[in-house]
Structures are given as C-alpha cells and as structure tokens.
C-alpha cells in the first residue's frame, strides 16, 4: 500500500540556518502531497501542498516541490525562526482510498 | 471562516463514564474526519463521513460512536473507554472526500481516561 517515509528526528538548529526535512514515498498512481506541522499542544495545520508533479507548494517561507522521478517532496526554508520548532508531518492523499497517509513526523528545534 | 473547532479542549473521564466530543465547522464542507494520535506519533483514521453518512469505520472498537446529525456538525460518543484510549481527539473537514482534497484541522480533544 501507500506510504511516507521522513527523515528521523529531532532536527536541532541555530536561528537563521537552512532547513531540510526529507520526504518519500511510495504510491500506486498520482497522489496529491502535503505537509503539515503541529506546535505543541495543537492540532494539526496546513503548511503547503503540491498536487501534480513538479508543483512547488509553499507558505510562510517553506517551499516543496513534488518530485515524481525521485518519489520525494522535500520540505524547504532558508532561515528558521525559533518559533518554526514544531512537529512536521509529510502526508500523502491515496487516490483509491481518499485516505491520507502520514510519515512519522519530524520534530524540529530551533535555538536562539 | 476556515475554522474547524472542537469542544472541550480537554476532558478526563472514568472508564464508566459516557461523555462526547463535539466538532464545528461552517467552511460548507462536506467530508469529516476523526482520527486519534497518540504521543509522538502521527494521527491514526477513525472515521470519515461524507454528506452526513459514515464511509469508512477503520475497525474502531464499539465504544466510540460517531455522529454527523447535520453537515456542519460531526460527534464522536464515549463510553466505557480503556486507559490506552487516552490520546488527543483531532476532527478535520475537507471540500469533498477527495485525493485532491485539502483536510482542515481542528486543535483537537485532549481526553484522559482514569
């Protein structure tokens, strides 16, 4: 079936560096992709999604772009902010099932 | 409005008890959502329903009972829980119950069972 695979946490950085949390995956057809994050103690917020291949989704700073040949959407940021710590969330939209599928998350901490 | 709340924000029961989880929304969606997610792990599907029918029940245990009285509003019943059902509750909504389909969250349930 269906799957997300992300890259092990926690991601531990300095205020201003650059942000990669890797994404793949694993789909039979073409999913839309998402990534979420959680701070502590919330639900669940978008972030950005990409919904055919070659999009480059992006908000607040973050960038992915939905990679077909190499089954990724690698999440993106330049310079982080101490208030970017938070959990990250790849997910994936089975198109058989409508479900979504998500990676185990990525914890990121980031330090003044 | 592209809000999705849920009340309370918290709540501890006793495995006797019979409470609910209420979950809002006025975005006219028409698909909803329950999952759980425990700590440090990523939500788990529950439930979804579309234009107010249950379409699909992830083998979730008879003492979770969810209901959709209107399309703005989705309940998920509690009763006679186990300590391991403690988790955080999130309800979500999307346009349509499609791939393409964005899921919006709420900030969830936090639930206890003693």
């Known amino acids: 079936g269906d799957s997300v695979t992300q890259m092990e946490g926690p991601v531990t950085l300095s205020e201003e560096a650059f942000l990669t949390i890797n994404c793949t995956y694993t789909a039979t057809g073409y999913p839309s992709l998402f990534w979420y994050v959680q701070y502590p103690g919330e639900g669940l917020q978008l972030l950005l999604k990409a919904t055919k291949a070659d999009d480059k989704g992006s908000n607040k700073g973050f960038e992915a772009t939905y990679r077909k040949e190499t089954t990724s959407f690698h999440l993106e940021k330049g310079s982080v902010q101490v208030s970017d710590s938070a959990v990250y969330f790849c997910?994936?939209?089975?198109?058989?099932?409508?479900?979504?599928?998500f990676g185990t998350g990525t914890r990121l901490q980031v330090f003044p | 409005d592209t809000e999705v709340t849920q009340t309370p924000k918290h709540l501890v029961m006793g495995m006797t008890n019979k409470k609910s989880l209420k979950c809002e929304q006025h975005m006219g969606h028409r698909a909803m959502y329950w999952y759980k997610q425990k700590a440090k792990k990523p939500p788990e599907l529950m439930f979804v329903y579309s234009y107010e029918k249950l379409s699909i029940n992830e083998s979730v245990p008879s003492r979770f009972s969810p209901e959709c009285p209107n399309s703005s509003l989705l309940n998920l019943h509690l009763h006679a829980l186990q300590p391991e059902d403690s988790a955080l509750y999130l309800c979500a909504s999307s346009p349509e119950r499609g791939a393409t389909d964005t899921q919006y969250f709420g900030p969830g349930t936090r639930l206890t069972v003693l």
């Open positions: 997910a994936l939209s089975d198109q058989g099932t409508d479900k979504l599928i």
